[in-house]
């Protein structure tokens, strides 16, 4: 599990002075893109070898709301790969309240220029193998 921190903008509250439910989907995405280089994978590399990574599906079950200014820790983890779908857990953690204030899942595909599903296994090795490593290591975890 890798950690991602950040504090909610006041831009990205609503009139109700809480943060936009849309935001979290982009607290996620810049979770996943620190989680790909603290592995060892940036996105740079993953576009390099001509793949891209497509959202395939996505879920957030908000739990508490934060505000302007809070400090945020989302936590990434794996919870399924296969070589060419990645299942990641998202816990979005209010850091100065110690709620939960929100849990997610996205997932993604890995595809070639021409949109066809690709072997990550056989076209980035070391990716295959952070992601496998990730994965045994939330599993030894039980992260939910």
């Given at each position: 599990m890798i950690s991602y921190e950040r504090r909610v903008n006041y831009y990205e509250t609503d009139k109700m002075g809480i943060t936009h439910h849309s935001n979290y989907i982009r607290f996620m995405e810049e979770a996943r893109m620190d989680y790909l280089q603290k592995i060892g994978c940036?996105?740079?590399?993953?576009?390099?070898?001509?793949?891209?990574?497509?959202v395939v599906s996505l879920?957030?079950?908000y739990k508490h709301p934060t505000t302007y200014s809070d400090s945020l820790a989302i936590l990434v983890?794996?919870?399924?790969?296969?070589?060419?779908?990645?299942?990641l857990g998202y816990k979005i953690i209010n850091r100065d309240t110690g709620e939960l204030a929100a849990r997610a899942e996205s997932t993604h595909c890995f595809i070639d220029s021409g949109k066809k599903p690709v072997s990550v296994k056989r076209l980035i090795p070391e990716l295959d193998t952070a992601l496998r490593r990730e994965l045994e290591e939330a599993a030894k975890q039980g992260s939910d």
């Open positions: 940036p996105m740079t590399l993953i576009e390099s070898k001509g793949l891209t990574s497509p879920s957030c079950e983890t794996v919870k399924k790969y296969t070589g060419a779908r990645l299942c």
